[in-house]
């Protein structure tokens, strides 16, 4: 898949980065016969390798542990494919190339924030032409939980009407399964606005949508602090939006692409839509990972809930037992 030749290819360019700015050469010694000695050179020489590799990504170009966690795991594939595939014998070394994992927090929309940029039309009126286009594309991805791939290259086709019913069929780019959502009225409405003989929605680079969905989040309001962290080899550190003076990240900072994706599925399970209905619409396996933490965020959010009414419960409890003292 291009997703994948692309992320290779970083790599590849890490690696020649490495190479060319620290003066190492990268030589892969292929045994003719055990050798003892020969062993403990290569040994030493990868030992040595994965520590200078790994304080190049992290210190000269400052990357975050899932940037080179994932490079690692490029390279422990392409030893197991010399290995596996063309039968080499260059030893077992690259499985001590660890690679580290970051949990990086999944920014989502309250469902009073969603409700807003559906409904309220004083809101709407006060956006310019160009994040009109964009609130709606955002609107769209937080109802579907398409991926953005997928969402943006929707065609006239992916649209179907069924006994009154509109519905929208995709294919995922990614996991090449079908989808069949059923829509809502707002929805239906965007896409008809929008329905051309190319494409269900207007056309943004990445880039400049990612720039505009700030831009909309920061109209609506979304200002408050939001203190991002990221990780290093395990370890959390806050990032600032201005390092020099300290200035945090506000959670309109936070707004991209993927928080479409994401709002909609913590939405259904938040509005307790079973597991299974929203993996459905998701598209994720049963045992995916990256599902699970929605589901976390959401019994999070269902836990607050119910603290609230208890808590509420509790003061009517003690309003009325004080009416007896």
Same mark, same amino acid.
């Given at each position: 898949m291009k997703g994948s030749v692309v992320k290779l290819d970083a790599t590849y360019k890490a690696l020649k980065g490495f190479s060319d700015f620290k003066g190492y050469p990268l030589k892969i010694k292929v045994f003719k016969r055990t050798n003892a000695r020969e062993a403990q050179s290569q040994k030493t020489y990868w030992n040595r390798f994965y520590q200078k590799f790994s304080d190049y990504l992290y210190n000269d170009l400052d990357c975050y542990d899932n940037y080179a966690g994932s490079v690692m795991k490029d390279l422990r594939s392409f030893f197991n494919y010399l290995i596996v595939e063309k039968n080499m014998m260059i030893g077992n070394f690259h499985k001590k190339f660890y690679a580290y994992k &970051? $949990?990086? +927090?999944?920014? @989502?929309?309250?469902?009073?924030?969603?409700?807003?940029?559906?409904?309220?039309?004083?809101? +709407?009126?006060?956006?310019?032409? @160009?994040?009109?286009?964009?609130?709606?594309?955002?609107?769209?991805?937080? @109802?579907?939980?398409?991926? *953005?791939?997928?969402?943006?290259?929707? %065609?006239?086709?992916?649209? &179907? %009407? +069924?006994?009154?019913?509109? #519905?929208?069929?995709?294919?995922?780019?990614?996991?090449?399964? #079908?989808?069949?959502?059923?829509?809502?009225? *707002?929805?239906?409405?965007?896409?008809?606005?929008? %329905?051309?003989?190319?494409?269900?929605?207007?056309?943004?680079?990445?880039?400049?949508?990612?720039? *505009? !969905?700030?831009? !909309?989040? &920061?109209?609506?309001?979304?200002? +408050? &602090?939001?203190?991002?962290?990221?990780?290093?080899?395990?370890?959390?550190?806050?990032?600032?939006? $201005?390092?020099? %003076?300290?200035?945090? #990240?506000?959670?309109? $900072?936070?707004?991209?692409?993927?928080?479409?994706?994401?709002?909609?599925? @913590?939405t259904m399970l938040r509005l307790q839509m079973p597991e299974h209905l929203v993996r459905k619409i998701s598209g994720h396996t049963a045992g995916s990972v990256e599902f699970h933490k929605y589901v976390a965020i959401s019994q999070n959010y269902l836990d607050t809930e119910t603290d609230k009414v208890f808590e509420k419960l509790n003061a009517m409890h003690s309003k009325n037992n004080s009416k007896f003292v």
């Open positions: &970051e $949990d990086i +927090e999944i920014v @989502t929309l309250q469902p009073d924030q969603l409700n807003f940029l559906i409904y309220n039309k004083i809101f +709407e009126d006060l956006l310019s032409p @160009t994040l009109l286009k964009v609130k709606d594309i955002f609107v769209v991805g937080c @109802t579907v939980a398409l991926r *953005y791939s997928d969402l943006i290259n929707l %065609k006239p086709s992916n649209l &179907e %009407k +069924e006994n009154n019913q509109w #519905y929208l069929k995709v294919q995922s780019k990614k996991t090449q399964t #079908y989808t069949r959502i059923k829509l809502p009225v *707002y929805a239906v409405q965007i896409f008809l606005k929008y %329905k051309n003989k190319k494409r269900l929605l207007p056309f943004f680079n990445l880039v400049a949508l990612n720039l *505009y !969905l700030k831009r !909309l989040s &920061e109209k609506a309001g979304w200002i +408050e &602090e939001k203190i991002k962290t990221r990780q290093k080899r395990g370890i959390a550190m806050v990032v600032y939006k $201005d390092k020099l %003076k300290k200035i945090h #990240y506000r959670f309109c $900072d936070h707004i991209t692409t993927h928080t479409m994706r994401r709002t909609a599925i @913590t």
